[in-house]
């Protein structure tokens, strides 16, 4: 259709293709549509690429943003006078990330560039501790399961059933979301989520995602408020003989070895084969246990070189041995990633007891058989954590005493004189 004044006449084929100097027809179109993201489920993104659709971490790794939004604003605050509050750089890699996973669960509004930041009705509840145990699972569970699309579809497909194995979850994912960039880690973050807002049961031998209303029935059974399924452990170059080795995919697993046939070995090996090394694989990590190391040398040497030199390593305190204790001491130093590991039922010391480690239960193989699957999505949820923010990621040097590195001079090699 060609325009003529205010009258819409017919326009022919030669009109369309005409393009002269002093007339171009105009061509009546449909308006044009307005660009902008493709829908959430993915099916309307552009063919081959991927979209972020889920978080990079927990709800429960983010909560303490918005827990500090509340204690000592309430509802809304200055971005800079919150981090200066919290002793925190408001420009540092880690704060900016924090802002926007918080933003992503809907915990809380503003970007890492806004001058407010403020909290969400949902996040002011879930970060209100005096709130009802029911009104804080029921806003929790909006943030940590309907408010991700990914996450909500698993929920609906799984609710009420045992679930099934990882790959199983993550092709679900891949159907409904065809350019989903990470449905592994979406799985794992899933999991770790409906865990901590206690939604896995073990019933008849099996792990079975429980609908929240159950959850909800069950809340006056609990002591107070909400918990997770396990205790919280809150919250992120020497000379060897292996330099050939691509440090960027080890990943070196401190723990108890002992004898062979020995309790320590026997338990060091479940951990190991289990959870570890198939945590690890889905990451791109190979495995290695001081025993393992196959060339010869000192073997000390070897191993503080595994501990100062591999893209992340694991801690397992179990059974409290001395020397996994002095070397996670050796990677904190290193503020290199690691993530902690424990056995339920055997003591964190204090000077650790305050980061996150994953908690197993082996009390009896009708316990640890059915949650095999979340312990590993568990796993490779803090070791992605742990890869993207190594300062903050189960650091205890880095959280409570960062300056701990400007005590040493430039060389490093001798205290300043400051007390």
């Known amino acids: 259709m060609v325009q003529n004044s205010n009258r819409v006449v017919p326009a022919t084929k030669a009109d369309a293709d005409t393009d002269t100097e002093g007339t171009t027809p105009q061509v009546a179109r449909s308006p044009r549509k307005k660009k902008g993201r493709a829908k959430l489920t993915g099916k309307t993104a552009k063919s081959g690429s991927r979209e972020r659709l889920c978080p990079r971490t927990s709800l429960e790794d983010v909560l303490p943003l918005g827990e500090a939004i509340h204690r000592i604003a309430g509802r809304k605050i200055r971005r800079l006078t919150l981090f200066e509050k919290m002793n925190r750089s408001p420009s540092s890699s880690t704060s900016r990330a924090w802002i926007v996973q918080s933003a992503k669960y809907r915990v809380t509004v503003g970007t890492e560039r806004s001058e407010y930041l403020e909290l969400t009705d949902d996040g002011f509840i879930a970060c209100d501790g005096s709130q009802p145990a029911r009104l804080l699972l029921e806003a929790k569970f909006r943030l940590g399961i309907v408010n991700i699309p990914p996450f909500k579809k698993l929920y609906e497909a799984y609710v009420g059933h045992r679930l099934p194995v990882r790959d199983v979850m993550r092709d679900l994912l891949i159907d409904e979301f065809p350019h989903i960039d990470t449905p592994e880690s979406c799985v794992d973050l899933f999991l770790v989520n409906a865990k901590y807002l206690q939604l896995l049961r073990t019933i008849a031998g099996a792990e079975t995602l429980i609908p929240l209303e159950q959850a909800l029935e069950e809340l006056p059974q609990l002591p107070s408020g ?72 000192m073997i000390a040497t070897q191993i503080y070189e595994h501990i100062c030199k591999c893209a992340l390593a694991i801690s397992d305190f179990s059974l409290g041995s001395q020397n996994v204790f002095y070397e996670t001491a050796l990677r904190h130093a290193s503020r290199l990633p690691i993530v902690h590991i424990i056995r339920k039922g055997d003591a964190i010391p204090f000077d650790v007891n305050q980061m996150r480690a994953v908690i197993i239960d082996t009390t009896d193989i009708y316990t640890l058989v059915p949650k095999i699957e979340t312990y590993r999505a568990e796993i490779a949820a803090q070791a992605r954590k742990a890869l993207e923010d190594p300062l903050h990621s189960g650091n205890p040097i880095t959280t409570f005493y960062p300056q701990f590195w400007e005590l040493f001079r430039p060389n490093g090699s001798t205290l300043d004189n400051e007390p």
């Open 226 to 297: 909400l918990r997770a399924s396990e205790p919280r452990v809150s919250t992120a170059e020497i000379e060897g003989t292996t330099s050939y080795m691509d440090w960027s995919r080890i990943c070196f697993y401190i723990s108890p070895i002992g004898k062979e046939h020995g309790d320590e070995r026997k338990h060091a090996d479940l951990f190991l084969n289990s959870f570890v090394r198939p945590a690890m694989e889905e990451i791109g990590l190979t495995v290695v246990r001081a025993d393992e190391i196959p060339e010869s040398g």
